[in-house]
């Protein structure tokens, strides 16, 4: 088995999923978690100059949905045929075009301070404009808790954790979206991630963690 | 062989890369091309996210142009030669799409007239700020690889996807790629290649 260490900083961001593939097919890793005041010079050893950064026996591999995609295809999170494969890619990239439209609301979140008019004219829209396609997928897929085929794949993972973070900010969001929530609770009620559910926000702050929960 | 029918708009666009590889792969494909006017006019096909481009694949549709790119690649042998290969090229397309052309666009749609702005304001602002961070590190993996490929040592779907870019930036801004010699070097070499060389002659 390669010596994976996957490096980000201490929060969910994008790499809470790659996280969770660990987790999910019971792979050791080393979880490293990089300071605000480590990361300046670090950003020199990475690739792109970004994180999350998986490296597989010390080779860097950048960027998140690439690491996700890597991972899940080493642990059987890609679907089982190359059409079904090709789904959660498209599922992979719509959710990202939908992140990258509540961005500005993120950033008035965290730090600005019209929350509501954001709200209003950023948030909603991109939820309206995206959530029913994701609904209307999970419908199509028989409404079983999965996005795509009849197991867990890395884009359930995805959904499941961007509506954790979002609902935190927008409590209940996506109720008018039941297939996607059936999504969002069939991963974290999974019981190979209550440990990490349950434990993750003790961690270290910064520096490595070797994470085997393996029994 | 399935039978492929690719649907996007009547220009390039994100439908290029998709009809670039079923050339390299010299594997037919309908092309099939929707008139903005059609478009805008509520003529759509039925598309899984109310977008372009859709692949359908015997029938069946696949939609995100990166998921079409990938798919095709890995039906025809472009997405790497180990899955770590496939995961750099993922890397690199991700780089392209996410990191440099959200920035890079905000100048381009302004150069090409299709969005309104101050040129020279954009392309100091925006335009070089994105070359400047994406392309030396294409020129620096391109070193790495030694191949004339970005990744490995054949032709993935990243190269094409690069290219293309190199290629409509040249044809509409002659220079702005001057100082990354590779990277012109780099559009030869892929534009070359047999299959998507007929193609460039033939395309609209």
């Given at each position: 088995m390669p010596t994976y260490k996957l490096h980000y900083?201490?929060?969910?961001?994008?790499a809470e999923v790659s996280r969770q593939l660990f987790i999910l097919s019971g792979t050791p890793f080393i979880d490293s978690r990089i300071s605000k005041e480590q990361w300046p010079l670090f950003k020199e050893t990475t690739p792109f100059g970004h994180l999350p950064v998986l490296e597989v026996d010390g080779r860097p591999l950048p960027q998140s949905q690439a690491i996700a995609r890597y991972l899940a295809k080493e642990f059987g999170f890609?679907?089982?045929?190359p059409f079904e494969s090709a789904w959660v890619d498209a599922l992979a990239d719509q959710i990202k075009d939908f992140l990258t439209e509540m961005r500005p609301y993120f950033d008035v979140f965290v730090a600005g301070s019209d929350k509501e008019k954001a709200r209003v004219e950023i948030a909603m829209p991109a939820i309206s404009k995206h959530f029913p396609f994701f609904e209307k997928a999970a419908k199509d897929n028989?409404?079983?808790?999965?996005?795509?085929?009849?197991s867990l794949t890395f884009v359930d993972v995805y959904i499941a954790d961007r509506i954790v973070t979002i609902d935190g900010m927008l409590p209940g969001f996506a109720d008018a979206y039941p297939s996607v929530l059936a999504i969002r609770d069939k991963v974290i009620n999974d019981p190979r991630l209550k440990e990490w559910i349950a434990t993750r926000g003790t961690r270290r702050v910064a520096g490595e963690v070797l994470v085997d929960l393996r029994k | 062989m399935p039978e492929y029918k690719l649907v996007y708009f009547a220009f390039r666009g994100l439908g290029e890369v998709p009809r670039q590889l079923f050339s390299l792969a010299g594997v037919k494909f309908e092309n099939v091309r929707i008139e903005d006017a059609d478009w805008d006019a509520g003529k759509r096909p039925e598309t899984p996210f109310g977008q372009m481009p859709v692949l359908f694949v015997d029938g069946k549709p696949i939609p995100q142009s990166f998921a079409i790119n990938r798919y095709i690649a890995n039906q025809y042998g472009f997405a790497g030669k180990t899955p770590f290969e496939a995961a750099l090229v993922d890397a690199f397309a991700d780089q392209f799409k996410v990191d440099f052309n959200t920035e890079f666009k905000k100048y381009w749609y302004v150069k090409q007239g299709d969005e309104p702005g101050d040129v020279e304001e954009m392309k100091a602002k925006h335009g070089i700020p994105a070359r400047d961070s994406f392309f030396p590190l294409v020129v620096k993996q391109l070193k790495k690889s030694g191949?004339?490929?970005?990744?490995?040592?054949a032709v993935t779907w990243v190269d094409v996807l690069v290219a293309n870019a190199t290629d409509y930036i040249t044809v509409l801004?002659?220079?702005?790629?001057?100082?990354?010699p590779e990277i012109l070097a780099h559009k030869e070499k892929i534009h070359s290649l047999p299959g998507l060389k007929e193609w460039l002659k033939i395309r609209e």
């Open positions: 900083f201490d929060m969910h961001g994008a890609y679907g089982k045929t028989g409404s079983n808790g999965h996005f795509v085929g009849d | 191949s004339g490929f970005i990744v490995g040592d801004e002659k220079d702005l790629l001057n100082d990354y």
